[in-house]
């Protein structure tokens, strides 16, 4: 009810602050049997940690995750996996002059109407902070759907600002600064974001998500299509501001006859659809692009109001991404893999012993 | 689990498919002492009714709506809304030739392989016809929050194809066929859509909703955010493929000092967020857009398979929509007071009783 | 939330008042492929109607069942199953005097004080004719269980005041009017209850209900333990007190030594637990006890007060039954089948290939 | 769905095993502006606590519970709360005869059967030491109810085997280490258990709690209502068996001229309802029973099977209760403040605004 919790079948439950104590969650639903260590989660904690360049926040957490439970001599046991990271290098500090003021565009003034309060050091609960625990939890998703069901999944940035980098090479985005499909154009990028940075400014940016290898029948319904689910999971990233299936936006311009992707013996001959029909995965890769806005926190100062309502200035310093869509490629990998796990797994629940006379294609 | 409901306070169940006896639904969780009566729903049912012009489907359905409970002398009671539509045009048998072949781009393939059958007849569930339910639902949601917190909810057509339409009078959209916000252009969409229906072809949209008077708070971070259970529910209407929030795609390319909307003790300076703000709803205009595919229920023959996996051509006859978008503004307009119903009593669960220093702006 | 939606996985959302123009339900997350029809709900329906002796209420419902949706060819297809009974022989004049004064013992003061009003008509919504969708949903349960997992249900009164029924044979307490599982005292419970009718007074029972060939691996601690959520089921029919899962309240005084059900290769040597151990069934009979108290609609004069709050005299006019116990038994088999139903898939969606290295025994 | 988290609108995640390395949970829903230590918890944590006397479990933990979140400057923010106790007692090496076989009357081998393995240290999941976490949470929903609301609750132990407390002194049980209700019994009670003890054998017990000051209107009907979801909590503590609402299994033999709690202006004349009528609190003392079994970890030689179904003979050494019903009062109490927690928000949201003409009484 409060928003804390993702997923029906496979859940996750998190809590946490940028600069409190620890970072946790809970990961409920987890089939037994699967082989789990914490190096399996660290993997994708590491691509999402700050500190790592001088292209993102320089903050700097090891972010040391530990198993505290649901899992026994190596192998998950089917009760809940607890996960913590303690938090290590926070400045509470750095954030004395946001306590009485708001950051324009920014989480601040919606928390403090709704609560009446707020946590304001980084953030507190709205900090991008609190996606490590996505990432821990999507690892585990990720690791079942790879080696039970054969499904990968990658990511990459496919826009930052006015960039736009073609996938011509989509796996080498798995291991450079800034995710990004072309590893020729780094350079630029690196330029680019270090302008910024000195500017005091940030910028928006693009991501793509692929999963391929997906089984058809993914997907509740009439309102908890994959896609829907799919939707949810990543408007609820921070900073996104959009989210496109297939080929998003351009469908409007399409006709139907240019759209819909004709089906063969041996497969579809497009994929237009992103690889859900009818709220359904059809077996195609399952493709999600999301648009993340750039962030508020930057140091060109800005028109605001004070916890009075009375109007003050606002720089924000402290340690922030110029383009907080760089680290956001292992953040969606972790919500699309929470969502396909959370769908396999509500999809046996009613059919498990489903079998069509189709044959798959 | 199985996805006819949404919802967590304000819940709608629904249940029905296009050629069976009936669609229905049971809404849980209104508050009691509103005024309802069947009239304050069928509004909002007539204006996405099909066969009220030659721009959408010609199927005739009076989509009377009974209420069958939660009501009693016109006030409702807190206890659960049942209500009940009969299919009373329902032509099965056009869809006899699509019982053994899947039509390319619709949900015909990915229901077979899920469920391991399908009601064809005019796509069973996965038809259009299931929102109209969302509609009555809706309006429900639409007159409690009119009437107790002055929030009103309107939609428009922004583009039919490759024609954009600009929000000159976006009020005017509310009662013409193209429910197009530029009334001067609907001689030139009726010749459009009019070509494409010769054609035999089909065309995607894109549909703008906003909220006006939203109160400030309302979304459940982290996971619940208002924008991302936006995107659930837009991006659950059949045929949607992209949902924006605000600016939207276009925040990729801007830079946080233009983003970011300022604040002064009399109001925001702009509105790129589209009213969220860290998920939760700034008081500003709550602004979504949708992009609609063009439907595959077309008849410019196409490859398809049928159950046995097959090769064979198909071509859609029945009665359907050339632009689905058309009618989408509607059921837009009604998932989007479904939400913000929902997470009005949700916020009141937690935060009824919040103070904050801080006045509105 | 507000309470209409049973189960998780198996879904049952009822609405309808007991004077309203129909009941209904939608039952979601039914597996495909399952035969059904509206004689396959109609068994258990008729065992629980009303005005089919003279011990019961004489209230005459025909309660026909009609399923809207979620069948097609007569086969369930994944989707959401309408059901609707229409109500026939309201007599909302009966209950004239009640609109402006509560029974002692009853839901009207509660609803009033929560909802701030009321139907006031034969209990609207808290009467128990809402069981009968249960019941309808529960033959849907109780069909799958049957022929898919050979479980089976049954039930009987083991108590109706201060009579004690031994379960002679259980199997006859199927089709007599007091569901007594000892036949021969058929006669003395007609005496009794003819006498109480006469008085005008009411009286309590306890009922039983066993199921047999449950699997084993059923619930999910540690919250939600099959036990648990049998208490939830069956705590949540109207009137009902008490419920206990084997021995019962009779555990407080065993010793370990004498509770405990050992183990052999070939079964257990007793079922002390009612079939549930750990919260998870064990393949032994399910077994579970409910109270249920006297209902409060008699027409003994009694004290209590008015909507203004001032003290007022009530006698309950209206067509009643003098034992709500007698009429239990399908009501709570059908709550029986739904929690074995829900829990059966619940379990499939973790544990679907489990593979336990210990024979059953 | 994996039954690891409790409640709607407040809702309790909890993870940890008896032997693992920690315990803990995630509360969200909680809301803002309340203020919390870790002392607050502690005291009732205390409560429950093992190797405080010689009379229940010689395990020695310390128990300290730490607040990771949700907490800012000494009050609650409306974000989640993250709590955690570390395992420092934990002797895994006790249990390494039972790792291959099945404590009969245990959840060892339908834990097994279930998930297809089992950490069989200390009974792993099913352990009661999973309830140090409902305890904790339960601390921050009795300090709200408490102080918000005036809800007071309290309990004690009804009967130990066949020793039947009356409830003289009801406070005294507070602080006595049988938590009976008549302390003149308490050497009489040592005698008992300390001849249990040394019997190697173990007792059942009944627990009764009791909630004062409960408001009018928490319950959701049909099936949410108060009463079954506080049999859904009850039923869900280890070890139990039965739960009675008010008179409870009594009420079978009553007449309804006599369970009735007639009403005056000036108040109830009875509770033999328990607090509650038609699922929703009446504002009377709500009052629950609760039967548990005796332990089956007991030392009196019993037949049982291995991991691979041959026979075998099983002793439980290790630290246990000889009666473990005795340290459940402060389970109890903290499952009755969760579950009226919970529904007092889950009613806020649908309620928050009514106002009955009827004065409560």
Known sequence: ???????????????????GPALGCVVDGCPPGLPL?????????????????????????????????????????????????????ARARDYDKLRDRFRPGHADYTYQQKYGMRDHRGGGRSSARETVMRVAAGAIARKYLA???????????????????????????YDNAFFSPDPSRVPELEEYVWNLRSAGDSVGAKVTVVAKGVPTG???????????????????INAVKAVEIGDGVAAAAQRGSEHRDEMTPTGFLSNHSGGILGGISSG?????????KPTS????????????????GVVTTGRHDPCVGLRATPIAEAMLALTLMDHYLRNRAQNADVKSQTPAI
Do not use: C
């Open 37 to 89: 260590t914490e190096a399996d989660l660290q993997v994708d904690i590491d691509r999402r940690r700050t500190g790592v360049s001088q292209f993102v926040s320089q903050r700097k957490e090891s972010d040391q995750v530990r198993i505290l439970s649901g899992v026994f001599e190596g192998v998950t046991t089917g009760t809940p996996i607890g996960l913590l990271i303690e938090n290590t290098d």
């Open 1 to 19: 009810m409060s928003g804390n919790s993702f997923g029906r079948s496979f859940v996750v439950s998190t809590f946490g602050e940028s600069h």
């Open 297 to 312: 926190s930057i140091q060109v100062p800005g028109r605001t109001i004070d916890l009075s309502g009375a109007p003050v």
């Open 218 to 236: 993914l997907g509740e319904p009439v309102f908890d299509r994959l896609d829907a689910d799919l939707a949810h999971a990543m408007m609820g």
């Open 284 to 292: 195609q890769d399952v493709i999600v692009h999301l648009t993340l």
């Open 147 to 173: 080696t039970r069901l054969g499904v990968t999944i990658s990511g990459y940035v496919g826009q930052v600002g006015k960039i736009i980098l073609a996938p011509v090479d989509p796996a080498a985005a």
